[in-house]
T-cell receptor, first 112, second 114 residues
Framework: RKEVEQDPGPFNVPEGATVAFNCTYS??????FFWYRQDCRKEPKLLMS???SGNEDGRFTAQLNRASQYISLLIRDSKLSDSATYLC?????????????FGKGTTLSVSS | GAVVSQHPSRVICKSGTSVKIECRSL??????MFWYRQFPKQSLMLMAT?????????EQGVEKDKFLINHASLTLSTLTVTSAHPEDSSFYIC??????????FGQGTRLTVV
């Protein structure tokens, strides 16, 4: 079983739509969680951290369920500029300390 | 925000030669640096984790003698792909962070081995 699993999509939605991405992780010792965004042929950039209490940043809401080992990202009122690949990222312990492990990513395409 | 500079952004090399990729943290001390590889339409795959002043820890399946990592200072890590072959062609990205703060990524290096 992969350490971090995501539905690869693609999700094709019209502008203004609400879209939700899901992610599961296998290592219960995972320490912290993030959503990153990656545009085509560019490096990933942090979108937001994910907390058990849930957190919101404008149109973006992230949720973490440690019991179910499940992470979600909700995007409301989608914009054309939201088109990208969204990466679920887990920080877990490895031999060297900690490491960021990436899911395969979920591709979102927002159209007008 | 913090900046991580990765160089070169693109490199084309002949099969059998070695290529060195540099990763520098410009305005913070990177106690830990990560090297990832990304093939087309695939996820970022962690290759190795390096802490300043110590040997890198490689993920399973990554040949440490082929992918040499040096993290000699708190601001510089290098990845050398030795005796490169066409199957090594990929997008290599470094990431750096200080202790458990947010990780920042370099711009990536697109390696093509011909």
């Amino acid at each position: 079983r992969k350490e971090v699993e995501q539905d690869p999509g693609p999700f094709n939605v019209p502008e203004g739509a609400t879209v939700a991405f899901n992610c599961t992780y296998s290592n219960s010792a995972s320490q912290s969680f993030f959503w990153y965004r990656q545009d085509c042929r560019k490096e990933p950039k942090l979108l937001m951290s994910v907390y058990s209490s849930g957190n919101e940043d404008g149109r973006f809401t992230a949720q973490l369920n440690r019991a179910s080992q499940y992470i979600s990202l909700l995007i409301r009122d989608s914009k054309l500029s939201d088109s990208a690949t969204y990466l679920c990222v887990v920080n877990l312990l490895n031999q060297a300390g900690t490491a960021l492990i990436f899911g395969k990513g979920t591709t979102l395409s927002v159209s007008s | 925000g913090a900046v991580v500079s990765q160089h070169p952004s693109r490199v084309i090399c002949k099969s059998g030669t070695s290529v060195k990729i540099e990763c520098r943290s410009l305005d913070f001390q990177a106690t830990t640096m990560f090297w990832y590889r990304q093939f087309p339409k695939q996820s970022l795959m962690l290759m190795a984790t390096s802490n300043e002043g110590s040997k890198a820890t490689y993920e399973q399946g990554v040949e440490k003698d082929k992918f040499l990592i040096n993290h000699a200072s708190l601001t510089l890590s290098t990845l050398t792909v030795t005796s490169a072959h066409p199957e090594d062609s990929s997008f290599y990205i470094c990431s750096a962070r200080d202790l458990n703060t947010e990780a920042f990524f370099g711009q990536g290096t697109r390696l093509t081995v011909v």
